[in-house]
């Protein structure tokens, strides 16, 4: 008996830590150390917590409470100034959180293909940029690339502060912008950069982007159509082929002497592509909503290059998909029109000015008298 009631004990102390863990308030991770809260905007706070725990959230001397359900809570900030002074967000509930070195100001997606993701270490006047780049008052996050039929809870990142290291990883585009924005401003800056190299605007669309108009819905059905006529035995011989194929390739270019040849990897499965309708939007875009932001800029556009006709209904359902899912009325929505080389057509660029024409609170920045026309597209969908 003496034994039994031993490991009874033994075994509520060990789950003791667990409970405790489980039963912790937790705020979302966009909500890290060294964030930045947008300005001049109501500013949502959201995380987890037990079902009927009341939750307190306070900041710059503001204070709003909530009680969880189903394990999740959410709190309205009212509108915040902008401060470069760092200060605590602090949240409790069943224990406390504390978000350490907080700023108000500005907070941009910035998104796209790899136009948008092309690092600043790898710029033309990478040396001098990486070199200029620490400003604390200028705040980075990565959203991870993922690919999701549902979105996650949360994104697996958190923020930094802008230094030659974070920022020379980050993005060129959207560092040059955070910069000069904070030049212009004279605020704190946040930047959420959430790209995905050769990835067309489909992959960047939620669901309801694609309902609200019957073309664009076509896609959808077109994937769900895939995925009900999807033969694993065939796939599984596709990729038997495939592999044999670049094995023979490989000592091809052996015997003659010649680089060693790509390997074109594994066909996916329709529900593994990452380049299915929404899989992005699922997983980077979405789990982002509804953290206060400014607006968005955007850089994409040689991934639908081949449909542009089609781009001209997508690319203003993406945008206004955006916007109603952050509910945060017609944000400022920016764009590049995609920069010039020999295989655009100039259909997709006409498709992006007809978007900066029809839609409200747009703008565009017009690149064709920059780059190197003559060369070939380095982005490739991977499809």
Known sequence: MKLNMNKSLLTAALLLPLTALQSAVKSNNLFSDNAVLQQGKPVPVWGTANNGEKVTVTFAGQKAETVAKGGKWKVILPALKASSMPKMLTITGENKVEIKNVLVGEVWVCSGQSNMGFRLKDAANATEAVAAAGDP???????????????????????????????????????????????????????????????????????????????????????????????????????????????????????????????????????????????????????????????????????????SKQYQTLFPALIANWRGEWNQGEFPFLFVQIAPFRATLPELREAQLLTWKKTPMTAMAVTTDVGDATRKSQVSRGI
């Open 137 to 307: 008052q200028l705040r980075l996050l990565n959203v991870p690339t993922l690919a999701k039929d549902v979105p996650p809870a949360e994104v697996a990142a958190s923020w930094s502060e802008c230094t030659s290291e974070t920022a020379a990883r980050f993005s060129a585009v959207a560092y040059f912008f955070g910069r000069d924005l904070r030049k212009a401003l004279h605020v704190p800056v946040g930047l959420i950069h959430s790209s995905v190299g050769g990835t067309g605007a489909a992959e960047f669309t939620g669901p309801k982007g694609f309902e609200s108009c019957p073309e664009m819905k076509l896609l959808l059905e077109r994937y769900a159509q895939t995925v009900r006529e999807f033969d694993p035995a065939k796939l599984a011989e596709a990729n038997k082929k495939q592999a044999e194929k670049y094995q023979q390739d490989v000592a091809q270019a052996q015997a003659d002497g010649k680089p060693k040849p790509r390997d074109p990897g594994p066909v996916f499965s329709p529900m593994e592509n990452p380049h299915r309708p929404g899989g992005f939007y699922n997983g980077m875009i979405a789990p982002l909503q509804p953290y206060a932001i400014q607006g968005v800029i955007w850089y994409q556009g040689e991934a639908d290059n081949v449909s």
